[in-house]
């Protein structure tokens, strides 16, 4: 089945630098890629949609200058936090979606996540 | 996208079969119904998903009302590692912005010896 890899798992960072996250899908084309934010006991919250070739589609509220989003090939996305503060730590999720001949209609592949925490 | 309705919680023992329901009144006629769970700290998994009719694979099936306002996620023999919440999502047919899943807040499932 489709797989989605996340990277990294976790990581840790200073108030004020810049943190990447990428994810791949591994063993299928994903022209449509998501990302996701999770706070502890809540909901996933979809940030932006990432679409390859062209800008991203942010959700309103989130601030794109800050949450920077590069799909620049049919496998892998990136999601860069910017001047990462507290607040910014969170469980980040992100999600391929593929056309599934057999189904007839899109499925949804998630990566493992990335547990990013600033101090 | 439609709305769904979940329990917030349900409480299942092992072996039997856990039923989760959901409602999705609003629903339309192009709009699918998926299901995901996600384990404590991990990513959402696929389940199953439908469309009109019944559907069953290895994990689960799912029930979707012939008005399809509401459906249920049958895991015939639930065991712990069940354990987790139950995503119910409602997701528009079609290219583009508009496919793409909103999480709701679920239900967590519970399963005890």
């Known amino acids: 089945g489709a797989v989605v890899s996340q990277h990294p798992s976790w990581v840790i960072c200073k108030s004020g630098t810049s943190v990447k996250i990428e994810c791949r899908s591994l063993?299928?084309?994903?022209?449509?890629m998501f990302w996701y934010r999770q706070f502890p006991k809540q909901s996933l919250m979809l940030m932006a949609t990432?679409?390859?070739?062209?800008?991203?589609t942010y959700e309103q509220g989130v601030e794109k200058d800050k949450f920077l989003i590069n799909h620049a090939s049919l496998t892998l996305s990136t999601l860069t936090v910017t001047s990462a503060h507290p607040e910014d730590s969170s469980f980040y999720i992100c999600?391929?979606?593929?056309w599934g001949a057999g189904t007839g209609t899109y499925g949804y592949t998630f990566g493992s996540g990335t547990r990013l925490t600033v101090v | 996208d439609a709305k769904t309705t979940q329990p917030p919680s349900m409480d299942c023992a092992e072996g039997r079969a856990a039923n989760l329901p959901c409602n999705h009144s609003?629903?339309?006629?192009?709009?699918?119904v998926y299901w995901y769970r996600q384990i404590h700290s991990q990513g959402p998994q696929y389940i199953i998903h439908?469309?009109?009719n019944n559907e069953t694979n290895e994990m689960a099936s799912l029930i979707i009302t012939e008005d399809r306002k509401s459906s249920t996620l049958i895991l015939p023999h639930a065991t712990l590692r069940d354990t987790a919440v139950y995503y119910c999502?409602?997701?528009?047919?079609?290219?583009?912005?508009?496919?793409?899943?909103?999480f709701g807040t679920g239900t967590r499932l519970q399963v005890t010896l």
């Open positions: 999600s391929a979606r593929d």
């Open positions: 609003t629903i339309s006629g192009n709009e699918y």
């Open positions: 439908g469309l009109k």
């Open positions: 999502i409602v997701r528009v047919a079609g290219t583009g912005t508009a496919s793409k899943l909103t």
């Open positions: 063993d299928f084309q994903a022209t449509t």
């Open positions: 990432s679409n390859e070739g062209s800008k991203a």
